[in-house]
């Protein structure tokens, strides 16, 4: 027997909700119709009524949840979902049951003495205010205000009596669980310190306090381990300073800690918080919970948008290069690609070598040093390459930042002393770069285009390269002095080639003269190391997601390609390919003639070949005159709007990105611990993420100021007891936690 298909009819003026359901007001009722008929109807305001009908409505799947959350109602899902479990737990009664009369809000001595007593046991505040019958925020208002001694209690034999931090009761997943569900029929999921949300509200506040609680089964609170690292690295330098958000619950601080775990635990952008317990990954900020999805974006752009982002990086880099100055002598620069397939901005196509198309994107110029780790980003929507960012920004900022070098009368007494080196791919090799770089005693590697000759094989010797880590490898190496000419620009550099197994020879050029012959090699091989950052941070930190959508235009007076210029450009080129190609064909002819007399027919071949050699000879050349007397580059506001290139909100992005290369640095100072116990860098890399989202617990003491984190074991017992010493290792350097001060402990459960 098939199901009858209802058909509904809904009366005038009606709203409708849902497919089959409508809710009409009238003389201060409101009443519900499914199709035509009157299903229920209250007086206007009776909210009970409301919930009960509505909830009735879902049961007899007359409506969808969805209906609700969605327009003209928007009631929260979880608000429906509550209703549902009491009609099905306590039944329709429940819906006009009386409530107590509200809890008491006034702090008596006899209710002080009460909750004291209490609190002395152990008991939750919230487990004390429900027996107390008194309202948790203004006993939770009371023990910050010193009214009530949280662990001290008057007894009758006027002795005090104090219960240490020891014997705090210890909160399992499940208790938390409930209890966060629990808050959330007040301000919210996991909204357990509703005081400290009343006091930042009424200006009593400027934020909420870090503190931690006694909590076992903790998830990703592995997290912690990477705190020393974080910090180490400079993730709340900029608070105060450079990074700031108006008075709130939550802290600049607070969102940058935030943030910094969000790279570690792979939750590559905000949404990813979704899937997480809030109340869980507060436990390991110190909060009650993270905030929601639109409120870290929401953060997230005040911080960009009233911060100095470019002071706070300027001083990371300068201190990362401090660091290790060593490494920070040679730079790596490389472009990449963020591939952009939205609608909101209108970016010019570039090439990206990864898909091997022109795909719209904006293009990323990273510097970092030989073992991969990054110093800054330059990030450009309209750009002529690689060398114009070297010269335009990346080298202003290096002179600035990069730390001992040479002072000018050093230089004026050494004519091939060099500043620092910088590296990279043939993308750059031209000679009036290289040039250029000189001219400010910077010193390049990168490889040699169109090399054509070879040396003797007399000239290779098997040389020892040290490889970046500490190996080493065996390499066929030989050194010249080369002078470079193109274009009227010559320049003198050493050319070093190294000779392969298959007999080819690869040409490395640098204009660092005083570098021996395994440096060069050394460095100009540690490339890859770029390479593989782009890998890894793609596939782990997202560096091409978007934590803002949104784009903005460029300034008027930036200069561009003429598009009619690109365009002569293209038909230049398809033209001289097709001059090719004719010249072929008359090679072709000219040969076949050479071994045999020549026919008529080949005559005319040739004939034709040549004609049209001469055709498409006079048409490149009209075509270069057309392009002469137009300009290359124009201002960018003389073009029709639709060709206009705008750009993706700049700021976010930068914010997004000094966050995920600290990120980046904190692992790798993580792995290079753990390199110590663990062979393998890839196994030690890998295992460092498995700690990262390790389940754990944590134990505040206040009164020893300590933090112990313990983390559950990993996989294997040789995995255990690498993470044990790598504890160690945390553990010896003493270090505090940046809100609390109280020690960090680290060990294995």
């Not at 949404?271 to 953060?299: H, M, N, W, Y």
């Not at 010193?443 to 003797?456: E, F, L, S």
Request: hydrophobic share 40%; net charge positive.
């Amino acid at each position: 027997m098939h199901k009858q298909l209802f058909i509904p009819g809904f009366p005038d003026g009606a709203q409708r909700i849902g497919e089959a359901v409508s809710i009409v007001e009238k003389d201060g009722w409101v009443s519900y119709f499914v199709g035509s008929d009157n299903y229920f109807s209250h007086t206007k305001g009776d909210v009970r009524s409301r919930r009960f009908i509505l909830t009735s409505l879902m049961e007899n799947n007359h409506l969808k949840a969805r209906d609700l959350s969605g327009a003209p109602l928007l009631i929260p899902q979880r608000t429906l979902m509550n209703w549902k479990t009491q009609f099905r737990k306590d039944g329709p009664a429940s819906f006009y049951a009386v409530h107590d009369q509200p809890k008491t809000v006034i702090m008596t001595p006899e209710k002080s003495l009460q909750c004291a007593t209490l609190l002395a046991q152990g008991l939750r505040v919230s487990v004390v205010a429900r027996q107390a019958e008194i309202d948790e925020s203004t006993l939770r208002k009371a023990v910050k205000r010193g009214v009530i001694a949280k662990h001290t209690v008057a007894c009758t034999d006027n002795t005090t009596q104090t219960k240490s931090e020891e014997t705090q009761p210890i909160s399992t997943k499940s208790e938390r669980s409930g209890i966060d569900a629990q808050a959330a029929s007040g301000i919210g999921v996991a909204c357990t310190r509703a005081d400290e949300r009343i006091d930042v509200a009424f200006g009593l506040a400027t934020c909420a306090s870090t503190r931690f609680e006694r909590a076992i089964d903790v998830p990703m609170a592995g997290l912690l381990t990477g705190l020393p690292a974080l910090c180490a690295n400079g993730l709340l330098s900029g608070v105060d300073k450079h990074l700031s958000l108006p008075k709130g619950f939550y802290s600049a601080l607070h969102i940058l800690l935030l943030l910094g775990f969000m790279a570690l635990g792979r939750i590559r952008r905000p949404e990813g918080l979704r899937s997480i317990a809030p109340g869980e990954f507060g436990k390991i900020i110190g909060l009650d919970r993270i905030p929601e999805v639109r409120t870290v974006r929401q953060k997230i752009g005040q911080i960009a948008a009233t911060g100095n982002l470019q002071a706070w990086g300027q001083e990371l880099s300068q201190s990362w290069m401090q660091a290790d100055p060593q490494e920070a002598g040679y730079l790596y620069v490389d472009g990449h690609v963020r591939v952009y397939d939205g609608k909101l901005a209108n970016l010019p196509k570039r090439f990206v070598s990864r898909e091997r198309l022109c795909l719209r994107g904006t293009t990323d110029y990273w510097v970092n040093d030989a073992i991969g780790r990054p110093f800054f980003v330059v990030s450009k929507a309209v750009t002529e390459g690689m060398g114009d960012a070297l010269l335009k920004d990346i080298v202003p900022e290096l002179l600035k930042s990069v730390p001992q070098q040479p002072t000018q009368q050093e230089l004026d007494a050494q004519p091939q002393l060099h500043r620092f080196v910088i590296v990279f791919d043939r993308e750059c090799s031209n000679y009036k770069l290289l040039a250029q770089l000189w001219q400010q005693r910077i010193g390049a590697i990168t490889y040699r285009k169109n090399v054509k000759d070879k040396w003797p094989t007399e000239e290779f010797k098997q040389e020892t390269v040290p490889v970046i880590g500490g190996q080493s490898t065996t390499m066929m190496l030989a050194l010249r002095e080369t002078t470079l000419s193109a274009g009227g620009h010559s320049i003198t550099v050493t050319e070093m080639r190294r000779l392969t197994e298959s007999g080819h020879q690869t040409a490395i050029i640098t204009t660092a003269r005083r570098l021996g012959t395994t440096t060069i090699a050394s460095r100009m091989f540690a490339r890859w190391c770029q390479e593989n950052f782009f890998s890894y941070m793609m596939q782990h930190y997202d560096i091409d997601g978007l934590i803002e959508y949104g784009a903005q235009e460029l300034p008027g007076t930036t200069l561009v390609i003429n598009p009619e210029h690109r365009e002569l450009e293209k038909t230049i080129k398809r033209v001289r390919l097709t001059l090719k190609q004719h010249q072929a064909r008359l090679t072709t002819h000219t040969q076949a003639a050479e071994q045999e007399t020549q026919t008529p027919l080949q005559l005319q071949k040739k004939a034709e070949c040549l004609e049209s050699i001469q055709a498409v000879q006079g048409e490149i050349e009209a075509l270069c005159t057309q392009r002469k007397a137009i300009e290359k580059k124009v201002r960018l506001d003389s073009l029709p709007k639709e060709q206009q290139p705008t750009q993706l909100l700049p700021l976010t992005k930068m914010f997004a990105d000094t966050v995920k290369m600290i990120a980046y640095r904190a692992e790798t100072a993580m792995v290079a611990l753990l390199k110590r116990h663990l062979n393998k860098e890839e196994e030690a890399r890998a295992l460092v993420r498995e700690l990262f989202i390790s389940a754990g617990d944590i134990e505040p003491d206040e009164k020893a100021k300590t933090l112990t984190v313990r983390i559950h074991r990993m996989a294997t017992p040789a995995h255990d007891k690498a993470i044990a010493a790598l504890l160690e290792d945390l553990n010896n350097l003493g270090f505090c936690h940046p809100e609390t001060g109280a020690k960090m402990i680290y060990s294995l459960v």
